[in-house]
């Protein structure tokens, strides 16, 4: 027979070995995790903020269409989440995001297809150039969304872990000729844990920040290899204006290209056809000369001297020579 008596003079005498903060730290959840730092699983944001320290392209201007919501459950609010916190994190990455409607970026697009047809002249300003300008889009969608909760229970502590798991697809696309650059899908995690002691300060309650962490674990990730395709896309830009020896292009100071750049300059000519697909893959380019950049005038436009070539045009293409 079980002697009660002994066995709760042992669980006092049990109680009276820990530590009196121990227990009372017990009284209130530890958490582990911030969203608005970092995320607790893979520290991404930090990855990121490497990424984008080494970032060396010009300041694009990056279009963000709002996320679609394919959730199977419909999660309230998911889209509209990813989309604000794709805007912070292309920000936070040397980038400047611009915000259009998916009616925006169709009647672009259609402009930009019927000009390259021939149905609608360039004009003045080129649909391709985008919007004020857009140089790129990013578009995607949530496709599945899941909170779980684990727990486990060591002696007299407790402790509960809320998890959040969000799979998010997305497409990188270049404005001016319209080919995808990066198209994936990936997956982002969140937790955050909660503790105590006897059964004080485990109980874990709903929370909206579980969602904002996975959401930003999977976009710092979409985005560190958005960076990575932008760095490796050479500098290309055009003439403006001809001058006596030297030569106007849009670059400015958001090409983060330094004086005494050496660029070529290249007339475009035909198009080049797949003789397979019939598809254009591209126009010929000649090179007809090199030009230095001298200065920059504002975000916007650069001067540069003419070292070699000559019968120069507005349109010419121009690029970095490395």
Known sequence: MI???????????????????????????????????????????????????????PEYNIAILRFENKTPSSVIGVGEAATDILRTIVKQSGLEPVVLTPEEMREQEKIIELQQT??????????????????FRISGSVTSYSELEESSDILLAQSKTQVARVQ??????????????????????????????LGLGSRSTADAGLRE??????????????????NAIPFQTRVVLVEPGSLVIRAGTKSRLEPGTVLGVY??????????????????????????????????????????GAGFQTGDIVKVIK
């Open 3 to 57: 002697d009660k008596s002994k066995t709760v003079r042992a669980m006092v005498f049990l109680a009276m070995l820990l530590p009196a903060p121990y227990l009372l730290s017990g009284c209130a959840p530890t958490m582990s995790g911030a969203v608005k730092e970092d995320v607790s699983i893979t520290g991404q944001t930090k990855k990121l903020e490497e990424a984008g320290g080494q970032y060396r392209g």
């Open 118 to 135: 021939g149905a609608v002249k360039t004009g003045k300003k080129n649909a391709a150039e985008g919007f004020d300008p857009v140089d």
């Open 168 to 197: 998010v697809d997305y497409a990188l696309v270049d404005i001016a000729t319209g080919k995808s650059i990066l198209s994936e899908s990936g997956m982002g995690e969140y937790r955050k844990k909660s503790g105590g002691v």
């Open 213 to 230: 962490g996975a959401l930003r674990d999977a976009l710092s990730k979409a985005m560190t290899k958005m960076i990575e395709k932008l």
């Open 267 to 308: 007339r475009p000519g035909v198009d080049l056809v797949d003789p397979d697909t019939g598809r254009v893959i591209g126009k010929r380019e000649k090179q007809i000369g090199e030009a230095v950049i001298v200065a920059h005038q504002g975000e916007n436009v650069s001067e540069a001297s003419i070292r070699s």
